[in-house]
């Protein structure tokens, strides 16, 4: 297994999650991320219980879920910071006109949890599904709106696109700034007006080369015949299993008896 994953990449085990149809870990996913938002501190740790379930089901090590994280740090500490000082209750200190209040803190602590939740939710769904088994997932899911002449093939090529496009994001970026060191560009010193603008040098190659990526991408699909959805086949059907609807049911079930009580 290589020793760096980038958000979003698929990684090839052998394990029961990644033999599951990908409508079923659609699903799953969506229905771990709408709990998610509805749960309490007890039902987020039982929502953790069985992602760590699923996390080991998937045969991927675990640290390479941590290592999703990193990248967004930075938006998860200023949310919860952001959460914190701008929920009203009993006050805890001062600092100048800001209040830290203890249900700020809870609440805080409770939105990290959701976001750290969250990232893991979609990372098991993306290490164990390729994005063309992806494509192929979501428009046999959508596949009612195509018949009332929604774009559903182009629009689910875009998402998947995007998908793809998260880790080259990461990966170009990692390259640019090693680059950028090696000529003796320090990003980690100075105050933060002059780091602002030193990731400039970062930026700018950076969207050149997302550019770059995205017309010879379109290119190579026109060279190829590409017409969106239009009289195309898929080489692996998907079909549904009893494995799959047991999975989907249990999930169902679990996430159901933690929200219905609170309504």
């Not at 990684?11 to 870990?25: A, M």
Request: proline content about 4%.
């Amino acid at each position: 297994m290589v020793n760096n994953i980038n958000f979003g990449q698929y990684i090839p085990v052998e394990s029961q999650i990644h033999q599951l149809d990908p409508r079923t870990k659609i699903f799953i996913t969506l229905i771990l991320l709408t709990a998610t938002f509805k749960a309490s501190f007890l039902e987020l740790g039982i929502l953790y219980i069985l992602g760590l379930v699923l996390i080991i089901k998937s045969r991927i090590a675990m640290r390479y879920y941590i290592q999703q994280l990193r990248p967004f740090r930075f938006i998860i500490a200023v949310s919860m910071l952001l959460q914190w000082v701008l929920t009203k209750g009993n006050v805890l200190a001062r600092v100048g006109p800001i209040e830290i209040t203890t249900e700020g803190a809870c609440e805080a602590t409770l939105l990290g949890a959701r976001l750290v939740f969250i990232l893991l939710a979609v990372s098991i769904n993306t290490f164990t599904t390729t994005p063309m088994t992806i494509i192929g997932g979501l428009e046999k899911l959508l596949k009612p709106l195509g018949k009332i002449g929604f774009p559903l093939h182009e629009m689910v090529m875009i998402m998947t696109i995007s998908l793809r496009f998260i880790p080259l994001f990461f990966e170009e970026s990692k390259h640019i700034m090693t680059a950028q060191m090696c000529r003796g560009v320090e990003y980690r010193e100075g105050n933060p007006i002059k780091r602002i603008k030193r990731l400039v040098s970062i930026l700018v190659p950076l969207f050149h080369l997302s550019f770059q990526r995205a017309n010879d991408l379109a290119l190579a699909m026109e060279s190829r015949g590409y017409r969106g959805g239009e009289g195309r086949s898929q080489l692996n059907q998907l079909n549904m299993t009893m494995t799959d609807y047991s999975v989907m049911a249990v999930v169902t079930i679990i996430v159901g008896l933690l929200l219905i009580p609170n309504g």
